[in-house]
């Protein structure tokens, strides 16, 4: 991890242990340990498989490696993108005893009845990854958001110059308060630059990758082709705009960003159809969530770096917040130093030449 990383993020709950990402809602991950240090249950609700592979390829395989570790009773489930499901869960995660409730909402509304209802039979509950506007949640723990966008936007000002350009932004659902913090970030970078001009900005509904494309090929013909960057605020998003720049001819030659440092993403910087992505180590954020769920269990207040506020509940929940990094060609390297993605997926083929060339060995 570079510098900016913060002090406290390089905490390890965990032992070094091997990772096996356990798809599906079962409780077959279930801890059994003794619980000498920390007693009772810690439930998790992830939110899909569909916005970002990241859920089920590192959040819950972090997450158990560090239950285990603690030797903690623990239950994860996936809501597989459907609010009603994402309230089942929490009702038979709630009846099953667990005192503890990280969860990760699909949208305010319906994870703040979810955390009414846990206060109301004397569950904590932490905010993860998305803050929970007009929740109850204890804590929150995620990656400044606002620095996130940023990043985008000053990597998308790195990848265009100072010259004139008209930019067209991608922003996330409308009903992810994160998607309004990256936008947030990246108008605060980009509308500083004289030469800038936004000519389209359009939220994806629910991040959907399709969607996404049919939103960016409208703003392509509305435009007339003029549009020299894309602000995509995440790789999924970012690649669907890349789909209609190549059907154009225009791969590569107008600079598109991201987020996640999916294994698409970077080889697409590889590539050179996408200038940059932001890359947010999971397993920093999934240690500081155990960590403030294990001292939650052994009823000690929880150590946090800050406070974010939530306009909507009118208070300010006391938060660990991480900072996100942003990845270029030249520091593709690090992502997979990190182990973050494995080397012989992205370089394989012909990214093996283009993996060597990024000093990736």
């Not at 996936?78 to 038979?92: C, K, L, M, V, Y």
């Not at 960057?229 to 001819?249: E, F, M, T």
Request: net charge neutral; proline share 2%; glycine share 10%.
């Amino acid at each position: 991890m570079r510098k900016a990383i913060l002090g406290f993020a390089a905490v390890s709950v965990a032992a070094a242990m091997s990772l096996t990402a356990c798809g599906g809602d079962d409780d077959s991950g279930s801890g059994s340990g003794s619980g000498d240090t920390a007693k009772g249950k810690i439930g998790v609700i992830l939110p899909d498989t569909k916005s970002s592979v990241r859920y089920e390829s590192f959040d819950r395989p972090f997450l158990e490696q560090a239950f285990k570790a603690a030797g903690v009773k623990y239950d994860i489930q996936n809501a597989e993108g459907s609010t009603q499901r994402f309230q089942t869960i929490a009702d038979q995660m709630i009846t099953g005893g667990v005192t503890v409730l990280i969860v990760d909402g699909l949208d305010s509304n319906s994870a703040a009845a979810v955390q009414r209802k846990a206060q109301t039979q004397g569950v904590k509950t932490i905010d993860y990854d998305r803050l929970t506007l007009g929740g109850v949640s204890d804590y929150y723990v995620s990656f400044d958001n606002v620095k996130v966008g940023q990043e985008l936007g000053k990597g998308l000002q790195k990848c265009l110059g100072d010259k004139k350009a008209n930019i067209a932004y991608l922003n996330g659902a409308p009903t992810d308060n994160n998607a309004t913090l990256f936008a947030q970030g990246a108008h605060s970078v980009l509308d500083k630059v004289p030469n800038y001009t936004k000519v389209a900005e359009q939220a994806v509904p629910d991040w959907d990758n399709q969607k996404a494309a049919t939103i960016f090929e409208q703003m392509w013909t509305q435009q007339k082709g003029k549009i020299d960057g894309v602000l995509a605020a995440n790789d999924g998003v970012g690649n669907s705009a890349i789909s209609i720049l190549k059907k154009n001819d225009e791969a590569g030659k107008v600079p598109v960003t991201g987020q996640d440092a999916s294994l698409q993403g970077l080889q697409n910087i590889l590539d050179g159809t996408q200038c940059m992505t932001v890359y947010k180590p999971v397993k920093q954020e999934a240690d500081a969530a155990a960590k403030l769920a294990l001292s939650v269990l052994k009823g000690e207040k929880a150590a946090t770096n800050g406070t974010t506020n939530d306009a909507q509940g009118k208070r300010d929940v006391p938060s660990v917040l991480l900072d996100p990094i942003g990845v270029f060609k030249d520091n593709v390297k690090q992502v997979v130093d990190d182990g973050f993605v494995n080397k012989a997926d992205l370089c394989k083929g012909a990214y093996a030449k283009k993996c060597a060339d990024a000093g990736i060995q």
